[in-house]
């Protein structure tokens, strides 16, 4: 758990998409506990794993923020005394390697894992303040100075008398996930150390300009996928301190938060243990539910003011298919109540207009049909070439990327997506960064789940492809995919459509399992199969592909479940 402040101040109406306007004279860093069910069983397990720590036993990522903590629920000294001790080795790590001429542990991966780092010595700086000595103060504050000194200033970053100039990755965009860690860094120790040049640079600069970029992806989700995109957990507990530490809610400045808990509700598949594959997925290729899921949707859910949001955050928190944290140094997140049972969406079909991402289902059933369609903005370098990509599940994935049977989970290319390939003399046309496609939704039942799409695609080729728009049309669980396209003369189209399993080819139809493919147009249609483990075996662990070769500028291909 994180701060908690009871100042509050007033937002200017037409300021609050894009400044902070006021700040406490005197910024602090505390933790409320007021809302940590002690009797819980999230609490003790939290508890236990904190014990086990303090008696040598410390699993796997423990923190001194995990120390800390749990102080604040019970105030032990040796909590305390363990918090200390870890941040102390932490800072004298770094001394010793900048002793040597060497980079300390925080500037690893371009600061990546500054956020936690740093929030770590903040956090036992504030909460432990009476374990810590004068000369330890000494010490920390000018190894954290200096990390967020190097953070926002690349080219003058250095550590001792050594520069060390780094790229300066994210550093201005707030639609990555390295961004969030910087500011992380910056915000904990700013108000542990009441800096008011760090938060003046966040006042002034990197808050708004999170407010603003975030005020514009109407729909919520992130523009990186759902891999990366989970670093919206570090997003929404940066909004948490900021509003308990000043009274300054930037997570409703816009419907980013709300719609961020509709988005993964309806990207969650029906048998609530799997989410939509979008964009690359480098922790585990196949999208499972996981903590850092459970914690953005628990982070969402603590900033929200709607409360029907809140109540479709715990329907989805308490059925998913880990209704508690299954790893150790997650534990401290499942404090955050989960509400009530709560209730799913009314509706069954989210179209997620900034992203790009519509999401349709038959029903909120674990039986249900599931679609998923893409659309929008490429900008961003964990998203992948999957622009008019469709999605289909049901049970399990019925025509899905390759890449989640990929060893690497960061197979971004066409050939993996199922979308138009684009070829021209055997070489295949990429789809362009940064590009805009559209998407303009003709039906939307949401009764039944109905629904019709048509998305214009051109905008994603340079070269070669002319134009290229394509329809989906979603109606009892039937999809039919329906595409036009003018191509240079050396330029040819072939449709693909990824699958988890060998298909069986019969003419103009393939059966996969218990999807049947039936190409409709072209008349001269050729249909043949891509075993990928026969193009490397140590990154293709299984998946085929079905290619729709003909003459003329159209596609028609209708996708269903036989009945069972």
């Known amino acids: 758990m994180y701060s908690s402040f009871a100042m509050r101040c007033t937002l200017a109406t037409a300021m609050v998409l894009f400044a902070v306007v006021c700040m406490p004279a005197h910024a602090e860093l505390k933790i409320d506990t007021s809302g940590v069910d002690q009797k819980s069983k999230a609490f003790q397990r939290f508890h236990n794993y904190v014990d086990a720590a303090v008696n040598g036993s410390p699993g796997y990522g423990f923190s001194a923020t995990d120390a800390a903590t749990l102080y604040q629920l019970t105030p032990k000294p040796k909590y305390c005394e363990l918090a200390v001790r870890l941040v102390q080795t932490q800072v004298d790590d770094a001394d010793k390697a900048i002793a040597q001429g060497q980079r300390p542990a925080v500037a690893g991966d371009s600061y990546l894992e500054s956020g936690p780092m740093i ?5 036992t700086w504030e909460v ?25 200033n690349p080219k003058a970053a250095k550590w001792g008398e050594r520069a060390f100039e780094w790229t300066g990755w994210s550093i201005d965009n707030p639609g990555n996930n390295y961004y969030y860690s910087f500011v992380e860094a910056t915000m904990f120790w700013a108000l542990a150390s009441n800096s008011e040049q760090w938060l003046k640079l966040l006042r002034e600069d990197k808050l708004p300009a999170l407010t603003a970029y975030f005020g514009k992806l109407s729909g919520g989700g992130s523009l990186e996928g759902t891999g990366y995109g989970a670093a919206h957990m570090r997003l929404f507990a940066i909004y948490r301190v900021w509003r308990d530490s000043t009274g300054e809610d930037l997570a409703n400045a816009n419907s980013h938060v709300d719609d961020s808990i509709r988005f993964w509700v309806h990207a969650t598949m029906p048998t609530l243990d799997r989410f939509a594959p979008i964009g690359d997925q480098s922790r585990v290729s196949i999208p499972e539910i996981y903590d850092y899921h459970r914690r953005l949707v628990l982070e969402a859910r603590a900033l929200s003011k709607n409360e029907e949001v809140r109540a ?28 009530d049972d709560g209730h799913p969406p009314t509706d069954r079909i989210y179209w997620a207009k900034g992203t790009g991402h519509v999401f349709a289902r038959t029903d909120w059933n674990r039986n249900a049909i599931w679609l998923g369609f893409n659309a929008g903005p490429y900008v961003e ?67 039944n789940g109905s629904l019709q799409a048509t998305a214009d695609l051109s905008p994603a080729y340079s070269s070669g492809v002319k134009s290229w728009q394509r329809e989906v049309d979603f109606s009892l669980g039937k999809l039919i995919v329906h595409d036009s396209f003018t191509t240079d003369a050396d330029t040819q189209a072939v449709f693909q459509i990824n699958v988890p399993v060998k298909p069986v080819l019969e003419g103009h139809e393939a059966r996969v399992g218990k999807l049947h493919v039936k190409v409709l147009k072209p008349a001269d249609a050729v249909l043949s199969t891509l075993d990928f483990s026969s193009l490397d075996k140590g990154e293709f662990r299984s998946g085929w592909r079905i290619d729709v070769r003909g003459s003329g500028n ?3 291909v209708e996708l269903a479940q036989d009945a069972p």
């Open 128 to 152: 432990c303040r009476a374990s810590i000595t004068d000369a330890q103060r000494a010490q920390w504050s000018k190894y954290a100075e200096q990390t967020i000194h190097n953070i926002w």
């Open 554 to 556: 159209e596609f028609q």
């Open 119 to 123: 929030s770590d010595l903040a956090l």
């Open 381 to 447: 370098s964990h998203a992948h070439q999957d622009q008019g990509g469709f999605t289909l599940f049901s049970g399990d994935w019925l025509a899905v990327t390759e890449n989640i049977w990929s060893h690497s989970g960061i197979q971004q290319g066409t050939e993996v997506h199922n979308v138009l390939r684009f070829e021209r003399n055997g070489t295949i046309i990429r789809q362009r960064e940064p590009s805009t496609s559209s998407m303009k939704i003709t039906r939307m039942d949401q009764a």
């Open 312 to 339: 479709m955050a715990s329907w989805w928190l308490h059925h998913i298919s880990i209704p508690e944290m299954t790893s150790g140094f997650n534990l401290r997140h499942d404090l955050l109540p989960a509400g």
